[in-house]
């Protein structure tokens, strides 16, 4: 399958500081990149649609302001999580649309562990 | 009422046996059915994808979609320890590059 690259893959950080989490397709370009949010022994939960050159579609509840979402090019989305604090602690995974034929699928990054201390 | 109902399991089995997992769900637009599979702390990892209702078999996995009762399944044959993992379906209404509707996702230990 196709090959999309979350990094890093864990991350440890204070409270109050911002944190980066890049996502790419490797060998595809994608139009439509999504954020989700897991914690432990949970779902996936969606928190933004992102397309290339436009702004990000956010899902109720989550604040668009705290989670800066950047897709710059069609290999490149970026979350920045600002200001984190504990509650932001969770598990990130991000995920890319890849048109196959006549349908699309949807392949995963490996995911990135925030802590905040 | 979840959209996605999926029995969290644990679901334990012996080495060889079959495994069968299903999720049921509420939303008659879903169109696009597929299974995940998710080992502890990484990215989902696409197992099966299916449009509408019917049967799609792939190597030991095999997905069905009943439309009519909004029930799908996977059945992993032959399952091996390394099948041992969390297992989600998803949904979608339009294609699946749309986003999509998770269930909660079982948790399988296949047992040597």
């Known amino acids: 399958g196709a090959v999309v690259s979350q990094h890093p893959s864990w991350v440890i950080c204070k409270s109050g500081t911002s944190v980066k989490i890049e996502c790419r397709s490797l060998?595809?370009?994608?139009?439509?990149m999504f954020w989700y949010r897991q914690f432990p022994k949970q779902s996936l939960m969606l928190m933004a649609t992102?397309?290339?050159?436009?702004?990000?579609?956010?899902e109720q509840g989550v604040e668009k302001d705290k989670f800066l979402i950047n897709h710059a090019s069609l290999t490149l989305s970026t979350l920045t999580v600002t200001s984190a604090h504990p509650e932001d602690s969770s598990f990130y995974i991000c995920?890319?649309?890849?048109?196959?034929?006549?349908?699309?699928?949807?392949?995963f990054g490996s995911g990135t562990q925030l802590s905040v201390l | 009422q979840k959209e996605v109902e999926q029995d969290p399991g644990p679901l334990s089995v012996p080495e060889g046996a079959i495994v069968s997992l299903n999720c049921t769900y509420s939303?008659?637009?879903?169109?696009?059915f597929m299974w995940y599979r998710q080992y502890s702390r990484k990215g989902p990892e696409l197992l099966m994808y299916?449009?509408?209702?019917g049967n799609k078999e792939d190597g030991r996995f095999t997905a069905q979609v009943d439309k009519s009762s909004k029930y799908i399944s996977l059945f992993i044959r032959d399952s091996q320890p390394s099948d041992s993992a969390t297992y989600l379906c998803?949904?979608?209404?339009?294609?699946?590059?749309?986003?999509?509707?998770f269930g909660g996702g079982t948790r399988v230990l296949v047992k040597p």
């Open positions: 995920s890319a649309s890849l048109p196959v034929a006549t349908n699309e699928k949807l392949f």
């Open positions: 060998d595809f370009q994608a139009t439509t």
């Open positions: 992102s397309n290339e050159g436009s702004k990000a579609t956010y």
């Open positions: 939303n008659s637009a879903f169109q696009y």
């Open positions: 299916t449009y509408s209702s």
């Open positions: 998803a949904m979608s209404v339009g294609a699946a590059g749309n986003k999509l509707t």
